[in-house]
């Protein structure tokens, strides 16, 4: 195994280690190259580039493998539950029985929010994307709580950890409450995690939602699946935040905004438009296939492609059959669901999308389960916000606990206007500079 490698710049050969990871990945350190040769590299979306060494998810994109912490994706699907995925992703280790009650207690300590935290709500108009109040609300959290904001002790990490995935949730729910002219509904301590959640998204003052078991699994399961997915562009910008060293909430909050956009969890709700507008055009899809593989019409097929995974996303499959679970317990025919097995089914025998190796990600589906459930379109992203928010934690506490810390600075290659000086106002010409 090679364990350097040799660059021949003006004349002059560097040496730089390669460094090989758990699995077999491997880098060339360029930490040294500019005080060696002057150089810097650039690669402006970082698709060549890592930022870190980390042990929390290893993805394998070729071969479409996902583990956390080296437990494949489908075990933890098939055994684990959220909270418990969640603890094993901070912390590193499945939770013993009494972790994880503890951390439960947790969670259940920290569900209310500050009282004084509702007429931030009332200052939102109800049409405002939950994503903006939930972004603005965490970061509203960590003025309620803030010795928990300024520590950054190890051992503050679990009440840390707890607080934000307690509080993210009930923001959730007041903020869908909100929107929809609803009262909103305290959590209560009898319920578990996910569905303590649905107990604040759909109970009314004088009737309790009624709990579907099948739809308390879905929706944990959602989470589960979203709980990381190693450098993504809204957990690197959690890391780059980290290492200025922002407060916790403030990462959480960068996090949300980065995830925000269509490109990335933002797809789960462009999906299900792209699929509306599909069924509502009357198209059977071909059409549609048809602009996205025209360069000009800016169209693109929402949920496919993925800049690691050359393969089937392996948390698609999982959301896949979900999908059809939950429809069938439910007894619900979804529309949407058909377009998109049908767009799946064309796509991935035609040439266009199989020559760039585009296949369904995490967000083709999950969407259908989300409708299912009862949750609109703009709440799909901030589900996936819930669910990234053990992720964006441990990423933030390897940055905190990195044994050479540095605040991320990337460099840049300058392009613009070489040595320039002030003109007087006089002087200008009355046709502006281009
Ligand atoms: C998530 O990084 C993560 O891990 C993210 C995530 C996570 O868990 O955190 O997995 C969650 O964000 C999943 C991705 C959700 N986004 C979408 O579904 C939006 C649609 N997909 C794309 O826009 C795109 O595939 C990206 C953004 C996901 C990846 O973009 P890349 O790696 O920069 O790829 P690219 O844009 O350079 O595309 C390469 C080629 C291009 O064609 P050519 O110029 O080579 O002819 O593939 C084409 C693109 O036009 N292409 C698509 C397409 N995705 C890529 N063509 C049509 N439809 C698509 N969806």
Redesign the pocket.
């Known amino acids: 195994m090679t364990t350097t490698a040799r660059l021949e710049l003006d004349g002059k050969v560097y040496e730089l280690p390669v460094i090989v990871g758990s699995e077999g990945d491997k880098a060339v350190d360029i930490t040294k190259l500019r005080d060696l040769s002057g150089y810097i590299t650039l690669d402006p ?1 970082y ?1 060549n580039t890592g930022s870190c060494l980390s042990e929390i998810t290893f ?1 394998d994109g070729e071969k479409g493998i996902l583990r956390y912490r080296g437990i494949p994706i489908q075990e933890m699907a098939e055994k684990s539950t959220f909270i418990e995925t969640a603890y094993h992703i901070i912390f590193g280790h499945l939770p013993t029985r009494a972790e994880l009650s503890e951390f439960s207690d947790l969670l259940t300590k920290y569900e209310l929010l500050h009282e004084d935290m509702k007429y931030h709500f009332e200052g939102f108009p109800t049409t405002g994307h939950p994503m903006a109040i939930l972004s603005a609300m965490i970061n509203a959290t960590s003025c309620f709580f803030p010795d928990l904001a300024r520590s950054t002790r190890r051992e503050d990490l679990k009440v840390q950890a707890a607080v934000l995935l307690a509080q993210v949730r009930t923001i959730a729910a007041f903020a869908y409450r909100r929107s929809r002219g609803l009262p909103t509904i305290y959590p209560n301590p009898m319920y578990k995690f996910t569905a303590n959640f649905l107990h604040m998204l759909f109970s009314l003052p004088n009737k309790d939602y009624e709990m579907h078991p099948e739809i308390v699994k879905a929706l944990d399961l959602i989470f589960l699946l ?1 709980a ?8 690197a910008t959690v890391r780059m935040v980290a290492s200025g060293q922002a407060n916790v909430f403030a990462c959480a909050a960068a996090g949300v905004c980065a ?1 925000w956009g ?7 709700q ?2 299900i438009e792209m699929l509306e507008d599909i069924r509502q055009s009357g198209d059977d899809g071909s059409n549609f296939l048809k602009l ?2 025209d ?1 000009n019409s800016g ?11 050359k393969n089937y ?1 392996p ?1 698609a499959n999982i959301i896949k059959r979900q999908c059809d679970e939950l429809l069938s317990v439910l007894r619900k025919d979804d529309p949407l669901l058909d377009i998109a097995k049908r767009l799946e089914e064309a796509a991935l025998n035609d040439p ?2 199989v020559e ?1 190796k ?1 296949y369904p ?4 589906y999950s969407g259908i389960i989300m409708r299912a459930i009862g949750l609109p379109p703009e709440m799909f992203t901030v589900i ?1 916000a819930i669910g ?1 928010m053990p992720g964006w934690i441990a990423n933030y506490r390897e940055i905190l606990e990195s044994p050479t810390p540095r605040i991320y600075r990337p460099r840049q290659i300058y392009t613009g206007k070489t040595l320039n000086h002030y003109v007087d106002k006089i002087q200008r010409s009355s046709v502006p500079v281009q």
């Open positions: 979306s698709a993805i979203h990381d997915h190693e450098q993504n562009c809204s957990t995830l269509p490109l990335h969890g933002g797809a789960n462009a999906v996205v593989k360069k169209k693109r097929l929402m949920g496919f492609g993925h800049r690691v995974y996303d948390r266009y999308f760039r585009l990600n995490v967000d083709f996936f990234r």
